[in-house]
């Protein structure tokens, strides 16, 4: 079994880990990036705090970059050898955040590996507007 070094979070514990666990296997949508750089925040350890981490221990530094190094059966954007980029967040891609480029306050935004997924459509109570038709946010007219 292949091991890798990975800065963790543990329950019960405020401080990063660096911890050595197997390399996992991609599932059929997955990706396999050999991290060459991640940073981990004091944000992301306030996070911790909070508890919204739901499955621990996680590995920390969810924005990295590095080359692609496995593929699932399903994936057809990405090959092995790739460099990427990784974007830990899910959203709708559809409101008026998704649309301006601030996709952060997106009503759906989810986390991979920590939230539950997005649904198919804009949850109507959640929702802004622009995703029901409406093109302003506030004071601001969008394009």
């Known amino acids: 079994m292949q091991t890798m070094l990975a800065v963790r979070a543990h329950r019960g514990s405020l401080d990063a880990h660096l911890d050595e666990i197997p390399v996992p296997e991609p599932g059929p949508d997955d990706v396999l990036v050999k991290v060459a750089a991640a940073g981990v925040s004091a944000g992301m350890l306030r996070v911790l705090e909070t508890g ?25 954007q990405v090959k092995v050898g790739d460099r990427v980029r990784i974007h830990p967040n899910v959203n709708c891609r559809r409101c008026v955040y998704c649309r301006t480029d601030r ?41």
């Open 103 to 143: 996709d952060m306050m997106c009503p759906e935004l989810a986390v991979m590996g920590q939230s539950e997924p997005i649904t198919e459509s804009p949850r109507k109570d959640t929702c802004c507007e622009s995703a029901c038709g409406n093109r302003s946010l506030g004071d601001e007219t969008l394009p």
């Open 52 to 76: 919204y981490f739901r499955y621990l221990p996680t590995t920390l530094g969810p924005d990295g970059a590095g080359t692609v190094t496995a593929v699932g059966s399903h994936v057809k």
